[in-house]
């Protein structure tokens, strides 16, 4: 019998609930008063990291990655501990950044390439762009190989899909074009000239990282070519002699994930072709070259927050600007069996590095604990540059978090996840809605409902016991189960009546 499809697992109650719920309104909620005490309108700078784990920082306690300029981040801003991705994956994420928006909204819902597409997204720099900010994206956009200009940005310096770490080409100034040097220099070099142009109004600066990503081919079909982790010259080898702290979720057999049959089911295939291979060795989980390699990308990348910092602080706009810094999705190093398959529901993919600088509003040092979410960026940064927040925008400002005062906070976060694309064959079906609160996580697989997964992080940070069918968590699951259920359907209230 075929496994049913998330509709059918909402029952009409809760439908009617959660249809309520989303209530109506006007085209746009009205801009705020201003959310600090400067009056005037900050600069906005926002700096995306590729397959950043949330823990790979100094400042998220890591014991040996040197990262300076962005613990400095969150020693002068806030230090978000309960960040994640509403969809762990490049592409889809990157367009959820900019919109606000679920992929189940904005349409890009998978790595496949959608130019005509994300050339007509309804992004938060063109809203700045139309209240008089001066806009510019440096780096990588990646929804798809085409690197021309995209509405809401008066300059434009973009890497065709994923680009190259050394000599990359640069869409720049009207053409296509090889520059020589290490990427991410050269992307900070752009973002500094920017900081530094005289202007009389404030600016938006969006710099999109190449790194900590590999240098491959990603093909139209999101199809890739296998390559490697290119560090700056200057830094490779710095962590030659360093070892990744490998977390305790790491099996040896695929024996030990018969609590998350979805993932072995997955992990078979990859490794034999059927869906029921003998209790062996899963993948290899990420090899030290490699980890120490992703870690010397990020060398370069502190480096050029610092840059950006000190340029701003040469004319004097530190700190009347707001600086995000976070990434697009994370990335396993063989906890669960899994590496490159980023794109799944636990912790170590889905949770987000993320840190905002803005001394007129936040307090130094700040870790706020409420949920965050990746749709959460675009309404914060439209309300701090006092612009309407759009009603098709699906997150939530941060600013009561910022302020420290956040009352009727949301006490969960979806995140959602389609396999339309076909370049690990072992994922397809392993679509899934996940609901994260903060103690609980409960995953509902859409085409097999009947291997849902269920995890008390309060006892269980590293995802080990699948609690979906203890009967001692049954009232937790079906209260879960119904919440996630409201969570879908106001994620795609919009597409259906629009």
């Known amino acids: 019998m075929k496994a049913p499809r998330w509709g059918a697992l909402v029952v ?11 209530g109506g309104g006007s085209s746009e909620r009205g801009a705020p008063a201003a959310a600090g005490t400067d009056t005037a309108r900050p600069n906005i700078v926002v700096v995306v990291v ?39 994956l490049c592409s889809p994420n990157r367009a959820t950044l900019l919109t606000g928006q679920f992929p189940s909204q904005h349409g890009i819902t998978d790595n496949v390439a959608r130019p005509l597409l994300s050339h007509r997204l309804r992004t938060f720099p063109q809203a700045l762009q139309q209240r008089g900010y001066r806009t510019a994206f440096i780096g990588k956009w990646h929804m798809g190989n ?26 720049e100034n009207g053409s296509l074009h090889v520059v020589r040097g290490y990427a991410t220099d050269l992307l900070t070099d752009r973002a500094v000239e920017f900081i530094r142009q005289a202007r009389s109004g404030p600016f938006l600066m969006y710099l999109a990282h190449k790194a900590i990503h590999p240098d491959i081919t990603q093909r139209d079909d999101a199809s890739v070519t296998k390559g490697e982790y290119v560090p700056a010259p200057r830094h490779r080898g710095r962590y030659d002699t360093r070892n990744w702290p490998a977390r305790g979720n790491v099996p040896h057999r695929l024996g030990e994930l018969n609590g998350m049959p979805v993932v072995r089911r997955a992990l078979s295939w990859n490794l034999t072709g059927g869906p ?10 990420a090899d030290e070259i490699t980890i120490r390699r992703r870690a010397e990308m ?16 040469e004319r004097g706009e530190l700190d009347r600007t707001v600086v995000v810094f976070t990434s697009d999705n994370g990335f396993f190093y063989g906890e669960h069996g899994l590496t490159s398959e980023r794109r799944l529901p636990y912790e170590e993919s889905i949770r987000n590095a993320l840190l ?22 675009a309404p914060t940064l439209l309300e701090l540059a006092g612009a309407p927040v759009g009603e098709h925008i699906q997150g939530r400002s941060l600013v009561p978090v910022l302020r420290g005062h956040a009352p009727g906070w949301r006490t969960s976060v979806l995140v959602e996840f389609y396999t339309h694309e076909q370049p690990f064959p072992h994922l397809m079906d392993t679509d899934y809605r996940a609901l994260r609160t903060d103690r609980y996580k409960y995953i509902h697989w859409v085409r097999f409902p009947e291997q849902d997964e269920l ?10 016991r699948n609690l979906a069918h203890e009967p001692f968590m049954a009232s937790t699951r079906s209260r879960l189960r119904a919440e996630l259920g409201q969570e879908v359907l106001g994620a795609l209230r919009l597409r259906a009546g629009s």
Request: with cysteine.
């Open 12 to 22: 009409p109650a809760l439908a009617a609930a959660a249809c309520a719920a989303c």
């Open 146 to 171: 085409d690197a021309t200009p995209r509405p809401g940005f008066d300059y434009w310096a973009a890497l065709p899909g994923q680009g190259r770490s050394t000599d990359p080409e640069l869409y």
């Open 50 to 88: 590729d397959d950043l784990r949330w823990d790979e920082l100094g400042a998220a306690g890591h014991p040996w990655i040197e990262t300076p300029n962005i613990d400095r981040i969150a020693a002068e801003g806030a230090h978000f501990v309960n960040a994640f991705h509403a969809v762990s």
């Open 356 to 377: 905002v600088r803005y001394p007129p509003l936040v307090r130094a040092g700040s870790r706020p604990r409420e949920l965050a979410l990746s749709t959460d960026i």
């Open 298 to 313: 990020l060398l370069a990348v502190d480096e050029s927050l610092g840059r950006i910092l000190a340029a701003l602080a």
């Open 276 to 285: 029921d291979a003998p209790d062996s060795t899963p993948s290899a989980p």
């Open 455 to 464: 995890y008390d992080l309060e006892s269980d940070s590293l995802e080990l």
